[in-house]
């Protein structure tokens, strides 16, 4: 079963995803994507890491999400932006190349037999990026989310806190 979970930045996305997961299981995993790219950024990872307590199984994976062993667990994958981010640096920004990597790698992850609640961003709703590489990526996160969304047995939007149900 998957569920994917979108909204803006702090829409309450990860909060949602977690009591969620709390709901389907009592021992969830959490799959997180980040890596440390600055000390804002590993702020914000010790921020997620402690609203998390002893039911949690943290495992950290920046782009080969199907190599883990999944089968039978409760995961939240969080979240595909920051591990689309860890594609789209790899593979020198281009675009074709990292979409069809990330498509491959999810679609990997999906055969496995487990419980995923998939968080992602939707930021092609915000303010147009200044920049060729923030435009190419919002292109690109948006075409992504559209591969999960299109999977999903449940799509839900965040907004300010609340769960819109979109499927």
Not at 41 to 51: E, F, G, L, P, Y
Not at 58 to 81: A, I, M, N, P
Not at 89 to 100: E, G, I, K, Q, S
Request: a neutral charge.
């Amino acid at each position: 079963m998957l569920t994917y979970i979108s909204g803006g930045q702090r829409s309450g996305k990860s909060r949602y995803a977690q009591q969620l997961a709390l709901q389907l299981s009592p021992a969830p995993v959490y799959l997180a994507t980040s890596r440390a790219w600055d000390d804002d950024h590993r702020q914000r990872i010790a921020r997620h890491v402690a609203d998390r307590d002893a039911r949690w199984t943290t495992w950290e994976e920046e782009k080969y999400l199907s190599r883990r062993d999944l089968t039978g667990r409760t995961v939240v994958l969080d979240c595909v932006t920051l591990w689309l981010t860890n594609f789209f640096a790899d593979a020198a920004y281009d675009v074709a190349a990292t979409l069809r990597q990330a498509q491959e790698e999810f679609d990997q992850l999906m055969r496995q037999d487990c419980t995923l609640v998939v968080i992602s961003n939707e930021i092609g709703m915000g303010l147009h990026a200044p920049t060729e590489a923030g435009r190419k990526f919002a292109d690109l996160q948006g075409w992504l989310n559209q591969h999960i969304a299109q999977r999903a047995d449940r799509a839900i939007f965040m907004v300010s806190g609340l769960p819109l149900v979109v499927k």
